[in-house]
């Protein structure tokens, strides 16, 4: 399953969001949205928001969340590393 974080650099939850998946062995592919005007459309269209962090697994999307409420995510999706 691919796993996708849309962020911006300067967004101190995604950086705790990828600090928390790469400590925890997560494979997955940052994508900087204040870099990337179509990555930020795209991440729009999946997530129906504005807000990063976003995480994409599969077809399981959070968005504008902190690291606590990551864990329960990927918990209840049976998302590993």
């Known amino acids: 399953m691919e796993l996708k974080l849309y962020s911006r650099e300067w ?3 995604c950086i705790d969001a990828k600090e928390y998946l790469e400590a925890r062995g997560y494979k997955f592919t940052a994508i ?3 870099e990337d005007r ?3 459309e795209e991440m729009k269209e999946l ?5 990063v962090p976003t995480f994409v697994a ?5 968005a504008n ?8 995510f990927l ?4 998302i590993n590393p």
């Open 38 to 40: 179509q990555a930020y």
């Open 47 to 51: 997530s129906e928001q504005t807000y």
């Open 65 to 72: 969340f902190d690291t606590d409420q990551l864990e329960k």
């Open 32 to 34: 900087d949205v204040g």
């Open 75 to 78: 918990s209840e999706h049976q």
């Open 58 to 62: 599969g077809d399981h999307v959070i």
């Open 11 to 13: 967004c101190s939850w």
